[in-house]
């Protein structure tokens, strides 16, 4: 029996919030847990995955431009902010952000950063960008409104990394929002959130444990 579409699109959305129980645990629990709560996500996405194994529809060249130019200046904008004492108090003004704790294991690095990165581009594209856009969409929602609220609901699912976490999660999630609308393609904006989180948890794995 297939999920009804208010119940699956409210499911997965809990399942994104319910994701934050990973973060009191230590080491590499923390990736096992987020691996198992993705695939759980997986399950309940199958029966909607004609459109996961669509063919790829791939936008104009423009697009990928546009994608490269907003990653630089995202990137150079977090690099400016964490150059002042004021941002690290206002991370840990309301509550001390919570960190991914670095990988010692080689074989779970290059996992995480292959597949562990897949599944998150996979299973937070086919919510916010697809899922629930479509959903509010069928409420009557409009667009405007609709890039609002899953922009807000995907980056309150990062609020425990911290405020500025929040901030540039609703930033990223307007930018692919609008991706989406202007190019209809789902595989695009995943890809897109891949190549993102890969660059940046990327620099992040360069000081980790498990290359030493």
Do not use: C
Request: hydrophobic share 55%; charged share 15%.
């Amino acid at each position: 029996m297939t999920v009804s579409r208010n119940i699956s699109s409210l499911l997965l959305l809990s399942l994104s919030y319910i994701g934050w129980i990973k973060f009191p645990l230590e080491g590499d629990a923390v990736y096992g847990a987020d691996y198992v709560w993705r695939l759980i996500m997986l399950v309940i996405i199958w029966q909607e995955r004609a459109v996961l194994l669509a063919k790829p529809v791939w936008p104009a060249l423009r697009f990928w431009f546009i994608f490269a130019l907003f990653f630089l200046v995202m990137f150079i904008a977090h690099q400016w902010l964490y150059y002042f004492q004021f941002t690290y108090d206002l991370e840990n003004y309301f509550y001390t952000p919570a960190r991914y704790p670095p990988i010692k294991n080689s074989l779970l690095l290059v996992f995480d950063m292959s597949i562990g990165l897949a599944l998150v581009a996979i299973t937070e594209e086919f919510i916010f960008r697809y899922k629930l856009n479509d959903w509010l969409a069928e409420k009557q929602v409009g667009l405007f409104t609709r890039g609002l609220l899953t922009s807000l609901l995907f980056a309150f699912m990062h609020a425990p990394q911290g405020v500025i976490a929040i901030g540039e999660s609703f930033l990223w999630g307007l930018f692919l929002f609008v991706v989406y609308q202007k190019t209809k393609s789902l595989h695009f904006v995943i890809v897109l959130h891949f190549i993102t989180n890969f660059i940046l948890f990327g620099l992040m794995a360069l000081e980790s444990p498990a290359w030493n």
